[in-house]
């Protein structure tokens, strides 16, 4: 049920004009419906860690969205770092850095600690990021780059691979 209603989200456009809000909205809802198709080397941490690094474009809508929420059978802890550095362990970024310079060190930082990175910004698979999400004529699009998430240590479902446009390499 829940791949069909991911599938359906992601494939169907709606008969509406979708507001930047909704699409922010889906954008939220996405983040954890991707890390729980995710699998990653055992880490010994109770918590699961999302952490957006530069701007938070969601406003309040992660807290009030992953409150009391799990991944993984995990609390879901969110964080907001403004720099890299204050990254620290986390399983899931979520990078809105303009310079695309500023996103390679951060894609390379996920990959060296095995985190799973997800962005809106163009290119962003092609960069070597894993998760790209674009919403093109009203339609969500999710862009895989499947050998960046083998080089992370990250394994991903089938379910999420089959609604996604994968790019087999690296950097492509």
């Known amino acids: 049920m829940v791949l069909w209603v991911l599938g359906l989200l992601c494939c169907v456009q709606a008969p509406w004009a979708w507001a930047g809000d909704e699409e922010r909205k889906l954008e939220a809802v996405f983040i954890g419906r991707f890390a729980s198709?995710?699998?990653w080397p055992a880490k010994p941490r109770d918590r699961f860690v999302?952490?957006?690094?530069?701007?938070?474009?969601?406003?309040?809508?992660?807290?009030?969205?992953?409150?009391?929420?799990?991944?993984h059978n995990k609390p879901i802890e969110l964080?907001?770092?403004?720099?890299?550095?204050?990254?620290?362990?986390?399983?899931?970024?979520?990078?809105?850095?303009a310079s695309s310079a500023a996103r390679?060190?951060?894609?390379?930082?996920?990959?060296?600690?095995g985190i799973l990175t997800i962005s809106e910004a163009k290119g962003f698979a092609e960069s070597g990021g894993?998760?790209?999400?674009?919403?093109?004529?009203?339609?969500?699009?999710?862009?895989?780059n499947?050998?960046?998430?083998?080089k992370s240590g990250l394994r991903i479902?089938?379910?999420?691979?089959?609604?996604?446009?994968?790019?087999?390499g690296d950097k492509l």
């Open 146 to 150: 499947h050998g960046a998430a083998l």
């Open 37 to 39: 198709y995710i699998e």
């Open 104 to 113: 390679a060190a951060a894609i390379d930082h996920a990959q060296r600690n």
């Open 130 to 144: 894993i998760i790209q999400l674009d919403f093109i004529e009203q339609k969500a699009r999710i862009k895989i």
């Open 79 to 97: 964080r907001y770092a403004t720099r890299l550095e204050q990254v620290g362990e986390t399983d899931a970024l979520f990078i809105t850095l």
């Open 157 to 168: 479902g089938a379910p999420l691979l089959s609604i996604a446009t994968v790019l087999r």
């Open 50 to 71: 999302i952490t957006l690094l530069d701007d938070n474009p969601f406003g309040s809508l992660l807290d009030d969205l992953y409150r009391d929420k799990r991944i």
